[in-house]
């Protein structure tokens, strides 16, 4: 049915209301006396729904009689149903009837344009009615905004982020990073900076921009009635590739595998090779972002079984990148370059690698310990124990034919290997006591050995004494 069709049907149908209530007046003159007049039990109640939701208004009347009820939504003054006839065309309102007093008109999946005041009327003269108010609560929801060209920046420049939402009630905008990172506010003359977990506001602007800004923003819109909504908001920073080589020389030995990085910090994003020098690599300085315009670069590195090379993302901007070199030999020493190439500029960094010589292990011979010279006390002691008599020689035994009375035999008894001796007829006067090595760091041990030593000394003074004479 067309809009002015519509209205016809509506002026008609409310003329006929009309009538309808005159007549029924007339005879409720005439029922004046025998019956009352209908009244409402109940007030119509007020309704606060989330948009998509089911409400229903009930309507209690007593002594209706012959009169009529009717619902009726005040705002637009729209006739939509009388008794249980709909009137209205949509087909999201209905009415029913308990067959007794109570009216009810349902409203299935509220809308905006449903909110408004509704009325419960009786065509009595003068009308009764009541009325009862339905709120719409509606989510919040972001206006989608086309802002893509306006979220990168150079270096120093400025990114505004805008985010609007509706929603009933109206939606409040909350701005965050991603990464929960602080939100750092400068002003674009001044010096002063604000750092903020969060900003409130539909407009984010984010002046004298840095590289530490760049990632993903979220605004967030809330106004109690859930579900609360996000947008992303990706803001880029530009700038010329900057090197930094931590480790600028390497040593490795021949026929291992070795790791050379460089960092590199980009956007927009860039090229990123490797170099094997030409010839003679000056050696960087230990600045961490060294240019070199006299780099003698050589041939291009490519993956294969000899080289891999990894690029390790950090952040938004900063970059990890290896190069493994596998099963070095010696041509594969000297300078390596890695380089990062992006559409506002170069940068380049150099690392020395070198060959690292193993050194071949020595053999050592352990020198005589104080333990040595008591496993030699004890076995004498032991052989004295079993009847040996010691003479002018001590417990050295029986002197055989032709034995030398050097300190050799003195020496080997003692089991100090370590000492050096004269020929055999070299003055006892003259020789000296074994060299013995003290093990240890405890000073005490050390003063327990010094006196130790010193009775080792006295006692081989004597055996040499009683050699000799």
């Known amino acids: 049915m067309g809009t002015t069709a519509f209205k016809h049907f509506f002026i008609i149908f409310s003329a006929a209301f009309v009538v309808l209530s005159a007549t029924s007046s007339h005879v409720s003159g005439q029922q ?202 990706n803001v880029q920073v530009h700038f010329h ?30 090229m990123h090779s490797w170099f094997k020098d030409s010839g003679a690599l000056p050696l960087p300085t230990s600045t961490a972002n060294q240019q070199h315009s006299t780099l003698l670069i050589g041939e291009k590195l490519m993956p294969g079984s000899k080289y891999d090379m990894q690029e390790v993302l950090l952040n938004a901007y900063s970059l990890m990148l290896n190069l493994t070199i596998r099963d070095l030999e010696r041509r594969d020493f000297g300078g390596y370059v890695c380089s990062s190439v992006n559409a506002l500029g170069k940068a380049e960094g150099v690392i020395r690698l070198q060959e690292l010589s193993i050194p071949t292990k020595a053999t050592v011979v352990p020198s005589p310990t104080y333990n040595d010279y008591n496993k030699v006390r004890k076995k004498q002691h032991s052989s004295h124990s079993k009847g040996g008599k010691p003479g002018r020689r001590g417990n050295l035994g029986p002197k055989q034919e032709g034995e030398s009375e050097s300190a050799d035999r003195v020496a080997d008894d003692l089991g100090t290997t370590a000492l050096v001796t004269g020929p055999p007829t070299t003055p006892a006067s003259s020789r000296q006591p074994p060299p013995f090595t003290l093990h240890g760091d405890n000073k005490a041990m050390a003063a327990h050995s010094t006196n130790c030593t010193a009775m080792l000394q006295l006692t081989i003074t004597l055996l040499l004494a009683s050699c000799i004479f």
């Open 32 to 233: 004046a006396s025998s019956e009352p007049d209908p009244e409402f039990l109940a007030a119509l109640e007020n309704h606060t729904v989330t948009q998509g939701r089911d409400v229903s208004f009930t309507c209690v009347v007593n002594h209706l009689g012959t009169y009529k009820v009717a619902w009726i939504k005040s705002d637009s003054k729209a006739i939509l149903a009388i008794h249980t006839h709909l009137v209205a065309h949509n087909n999201r309102l209905s009415v029913t009837h308990n067959g007794h007093n109570t009216w009810k008109l349902h409203v299935s999946n509220v809308q905006k344009n449903d909110s408004g005041t509704y009325m419960c009327q009786i065509n009595t003269d003068p009308m009764r009615s009541q009325m009862g108010n339905l709120e719409v609560l509606i989510p919040p929801d972001i206006i989608n905004e086309d802002l893509t060209d306006a979220l990168a920046a150079p270096e120093g420049g400025s990114v505004k982020l805008r985010c609007r939402a509706t929603g009933i009630p109206e939606p409040t905008v909350v701005w965050r990073r991603e990464d929960s990172a602080s939100i750092v506010l400068r002003q674009e003359t001044a010096r002063e900076k604000q750092v903020v977990r969060s900003y409130d506001g539909e407009t984010l602007l984010l002046s004298n921009i840095q590289r530490t800004d760049m990632g993903p923003y979220l605004c967030i819109a809330s106004n109690g009635v859930p579900p609360t909504v996000s947008k992303r908001f």
């Open 241 to 270: 590739p900057v090197m930094k080589v931590s480790n600028q020389l390497v040593a490795a030995p021949v026929g291992s595998d070795v790791v050379i990085q460089c960092f590199v910090e980009t956007s927009p994003k860039a």
